[in-house]
């Protein structure tokens, strides 16, 4: 029996043995193969460098794509803050447009009142500290005044109506604000109406 054991272990050894030397010969075999065919490798070669190429041509595009939206979103964050900013800037906008006439009115109403009747004493009073208050509070909320006289005429802040001829003004100067001009936070509102000097 122990020598029946003994064939078996010597046998499944052998067959070990050749089974090793069979994949050592294939292996020999391979490498001799890829030796033996130098236009294969150099063709491979020639593959690999071109595909290594591609590829470092694609990751340049794709990283210019990445910044390229990189730039995009950060321009579409800035304009979005932007038109936040201007939208919180300019939402008082139509409402001034329309106060405008009252604080007109108010103007019209101190500037032909009798300053001299005592009796319309306390009414002139309060319409001028309505009318202090009233710019005062437009003030902070962005709102300036244009009723500059003497200065040089600018159509973009003042509509002109009339010329007239002044030899103590240069050409082209204020005389007169007829109706006063306003902006909000230097956007025009209302152009103010003015003669100008010929």
């Known amino acids: 029996m122990d020598k029946l054991m003994n064939d078996q272990k010597k046998k499944k050894i ?3 043995n050749l089974e ?3 994949q050592e010969t294939q292996h020999d075999n391979n490498n001799k193969e890829l030796n033996s065919n130098p236009i294969r490798n150099k063709s491979d ?11 470092i041509e694609i990751q340049e595009s794709l990283r210019d794509i990445q910044l390229r939206a990189q730039a995009e979103n950060e321009n579409l964050r800035r304009r979005s803050e932007l038109n936040v900013e201007k939208a919180h800037k300019f939402a008082l906008e139509k409402f001034a447009h329309d106060l405008l006439p009252v604080i007109d009115s108010l103007e019209r109403a101190l500037e032909i009142s009798d300053k001299n009747n005592v009796q319309l004493k306390s009414m002139i009073e309060g319409i001028e500290l309505t009318l202090k208050a009233f710019i005062k509070t437009i003030n902070k909320f962005g709102i300036s005044i244009i009723n500059e006289e003497n200065v040089p005429f ?3 802040i003042h509509q002109a109506i009339s010329v007239i001829k002044s030899e103590s003004k240069l050409s082209n100067q204020i005389i007169k604000v007829i109706q006063k001009g306003y902006k909000l936070n230097g956007r025009l509102l209302r152009p103010a109406v003015v003669s100008v000097s010929e």
Not at 49 to 55: A, D, I, R, Y
Request: proline share 5%; glycine share 0%.
């Open 14 to 16: 052998n067959e070990e």
């Open 20 to 22: 090793n030397s069979c």
């Open 45 to 55: 070669k020639k593959r690999i460098f071109e595909l290594e190429s591609e590829l």
């Open 154 to 156: 600018n159509p973009e």
